[in-house]
Every structure is written in C-alpha cells, then in structure tokens.
C-alpha cells in the first residue's frame, strides 16, 4: 500500500474522555507500586514486569483506537467507558493477582479485549477492520493465556502469564498496512500517561512522609524527591514531546506504526517500569532517608532510574531526535551510585542520583550548543 491510500486516522487531539480514561488506568501504576513496596525482592519484580507487559499492550491498543475511532458518538463513548471499567476492575485485582485474584485479573483482562476490539470496528475503513481482526487473534490467545494463569496459579501463571507478554513480537510479524496514525493525538496521548505516572512518585514522597515532624531533614529530602520526579518530566517534556511529535508527523505514514511500537510501546515500557520502581523505592527512602536502606529499596531506586533512562533512550533512537549517549551513562552512573543507599543513607543516594542526572543534561545541552556552533 502507498501513503496515499493509507486509511485515515479519526482523531484530532486528545478528548477528556482519554484524559479521563488515563487517569483509570493509571490507578493501574498506583496498584504496581503497592505490588513492589508489599514485596521489594525478585519475586515482586517479576510480577510488576509481567503485569505491566499484557496491560500496556491493551493500553496501548486503546491508544491507537482512540487515535482511529474518535470518541465522538454515544455508542462509542459508552463502549469506552465499558473498557475503562473493566481496567478498573483488573487494576483493583492487581495486588492479589498472583494470589486470590487471578481470575479476577483474566476475566477482566478478557472484557478490556472484547471492548477493544468491538469499538475498532466502528471505524468506517473497512481495511482497518480488517487489520484489527488480524491483531484480534494474538489478542485474544493473550487472553486466553492470561485468564488460564489466573485459574491455576502457581509457578504455571507465571510462565503463562509471561508467554502472554511475547504479544509484544507479533508487530514485527503481521501485516500493519492497515493501520494509520494521527500523529499529534498519538504523541499527546502518551504524554499525558507518563506526566500522570510521574505524579505516582510525588504521591509516593507524601505518602512516606505521612506522620513525620515538618522538619529540615524532611524538608531536604522531600525536595530532593520531587527534584527526581522534575528531572524525570525534564527528560520527556524539555523538548523531545515536541521533537517526537515532528519525527512522526515527518515520517512516511507507512513507517509510522512500527516507529510507535518501538518508540511508545517498548521504550515507554521501560519508563513506566523505572517510574513504578522509583516511586516503590522512595516511599520508604523518603520515611528514613537519614537511615541506610536494604539491597532492594536501593536497586529500585537506581535500577528504576536506570530502567527510565534506557526506555528514554530506546524512545529517542527509535525516533533519532537526540543522542541518548549521556543518559545512558548516567543511567550506569545510577546503578553505581546503589552503595550509597545500603552503607552511608537513602538521602545520600537520593542526592547523588539527582546530582548525577543533572549533570547528564548539562553535558547533553553543553554537546548540542557546540554542535549548533559548527553548524553555523
């Protein structure tokens, strides 16, 4: 198929209807991270990985309906509202769903499916029908997979479970001829995600000062905190949203859904998770930053901004609008910095992580002002 043929997306920008089914599924985040702080070890990581792969497919595939089914009529507003209680309904089983919510968690992965695929076929192409019922078999395997796990447990519901995740290859295998996309709405419906999961971190700092004196020591390290949790939005939001929307609305509409999935769906994977595993980690730090931290809370805290930073450069790469080669040291730098937390305080492994992120975007605007130099 040629670009000019290419079926053509409905949406213009992002409705409050997506805004507030974000806001749902980001109570999904909420849920994670109550996951990794109940069980801060390999056991619990494992879980938040593989619950946040099957529901970032589907939050993803809600994305990209949006972006081709405008949310402009009752019957596809109600169907909406359906899928966003259903995410409810799977993000409320999410502490248990390795324990007694399993089938909970399947069946309402299940109904997220169905509705998904129901409202795809509103869109008057009857090529993209087409192409979402490719993607509807995959689909609904995962589904099946998922709601078997949650029906046996056990070590069997992790290997399916993790099976389910292997969804994430089927883009490289299928035909995706059928599908467009609207860039503006699409760069700005993934932003709004990551802004609303970056304020799970500063919850999660309110939330381990909860009962704590007002005093300089909370202070300090509060503001360290959200100082991070800044410097997280500064790394998405100082440019690269806006320089993302224009490598997508530059790029030949055929090349635009697999730069999406590389870009917005493995790269914000693994800023999801980083942002999941920071928040778990300073919801205790935040309580006790003048204390040392176990061997886990301080992999959380460095591993997560380390998991970030490597999704931040994944999504630059995919999109080529900016060397990551300064975040990605920085994101080793952070891993170094783990002693800090388990032999001297949280908040000295706080501060260096922020000192250390700081200093990779100094580099980085100190590179980019050279270049412009030469250049001109």
């Not at 805004?19 to 999904?28: A, S």
């Not at 409810?88 to 502490?95: F, H």
Request: net charge neutral.
């Amino acid at each position: 198929m040629d670009a000019v043929s290419a079926p053509q997306a409905e949406a213009g920008r992002v409705t409050t209807l997506e805004l507030f089914f974000d806001l749902v599924f980001v109570f999904t985040i909420t849920q994670l991270t109550t996951v990794l702080v109940h069980a801060p070890n390999g056991r619990g990581l494992a879980q938040v990985a593989i619950m946040l792969g099957v529901i970032w497919w589907m939050y993803g595939g809600y994305a990209w309906l949006t972006n081709f089914v405008a949310p402009d009529r009752t019957n596809r507003r109600l169907l909406l509202l359906s899928g966003m209680g259903a995410f409810l309904v799977l993000a409320l089983s999410i502490p248990g769903a390795f324990d007694d919510s399993g089938l909970a968690f399947g069946l309402a992965y299940a109904a997220v499916i169905v509705i998904h695929t129901a409202l795809f076929t509103r869109h008057s192409s009857g090529e993209v029908v087409r192409a979402i019922l490719g993607v509807a078999r995959f689909n609904g395997i995962m589904a099946v997979l998922v709601l078997a796990g949650g029906i046996v447990g056990g070590t069997a519901q992790y290997v399916l479970w993790a099976i389910a995740c292997l969804v994430w290859v089927t883009p490289k295998v299928i035909d995706h001829t059928g599908f467009a996309i609207a860039p503006g709405h699409f760069v700005e419906r993934h932003g709004l995600v990551v802004i609303i999961a970056i304020g799970e971190s500063v919850v999660a700092i309110g939330i381990g000062a909860q009962g704590l004196p007002i005093d300089l020591g909370l202070v300090g390290v509060a503001l360290l905190g959200l100082a991070l949790s800044a410097e997280l939005w500064w790394s998405y939001f100082g440019g690269d949203d806006a320089r993302a929307e224009r490598a997508m609305d530059a790029a030949d509409p055929i090349d635009r859904p697999m730069l999406a999935i590389d870009a917005f769906g493995y790269g914000h994977w693994l800023m999801l998770l980083g942002i999941i595993a920071i928040a778990a980690a300073l919801k205790t730090v935040i309580g006790h930053a003048g204390d040392t931290v176990g061997l886990a809370q301080a992999l959380f805290l460095s591993g997560g901004l380390a998991a970030f930073l490597a999704g931040d450069v994944v999504f630059r790469a995919s999109l080529r609008i900016g060397s990551g080669r300064w975040r990605a040291a920085a994101g080793v730098l952070a891993l170094a910095a783990i002693p800090l937390g388990t032999a001297v305080a949280g908040v000295a492994q706080l501060a260096a992580l922020v000192v250390i992120l700081a200093g990779a975007f100094a580099l980085e605007r100190a590179q980019n002002t050279q270049r412009v130099a030469v250049l001109g």
